[in-house]
């Protein structure tokens, strides 16, 4: 795999260990409208990781990328830019561009399915109706690809799915949510310094 992407991308690439470098991914939509909304829950846990790194994103192609370090390994953070249903299109371009392994990114996106900030590590699974997962798995041909899942509760009537995944948080999800960010930060943390399965076993139901 690794002699494909230099074959593809030039020389430069050769030198460094894909195995060392790592893609976080955080799902949302863009525009101000999506900014506090239930489904820009990945979008709003990678913008607290990268504001506890100190880094900064610069717009690149599909989408916000910002760069940091953990024990010495390159960590490549993303926010696509092409709406969530469009979101592997983006991860296959940077994983393509940085040499970066599938084993080696992690996707962070909401899932209707866990109470309001619990938290689910996988290594491999179904889409689960997600589009932005379905996305990525039809872009990467596989299911086999670390993610990451922050519940949102399902507190919504029959059909009001669509209202509540793209409503704001209520009042006691605002209050308990500084918390739950600071708990995801150490999930990417961990993720890159233990690995996945480090990770599940710590933070899964947390």
Known sequence: ????????FGSKKESIDPMNKYLIIGLGNIGPKYDNTRHNIGFKIIDAYAQEKETSWSTEKLGDVAYTKVRGRTVVLLKPN???NLSGKAVKYWMQKENISIENILV???DLNLEFGTIRVKSKGSDGGHNGLKDIQNQLSTTKYPRFRFGIGDRFSRGKQIDY?????DKDEELDMPERMDISCKV???FIASGIANT??????K
């Open 1 to 8: 795999m690794s002699g494909f992407f230099s074959k593809l």
């Open 82 to 84: 092409t709406y969530m």
């Open 108 to 110: 962070i996106t909401d």
């Open 165 to 169: 995944v793209l409503g704001v948080w």
């Open 188 to 190: 990417i943390e961990s």
């Open 200 to 205: 599940m076993n710590a933070y899964n139901g």
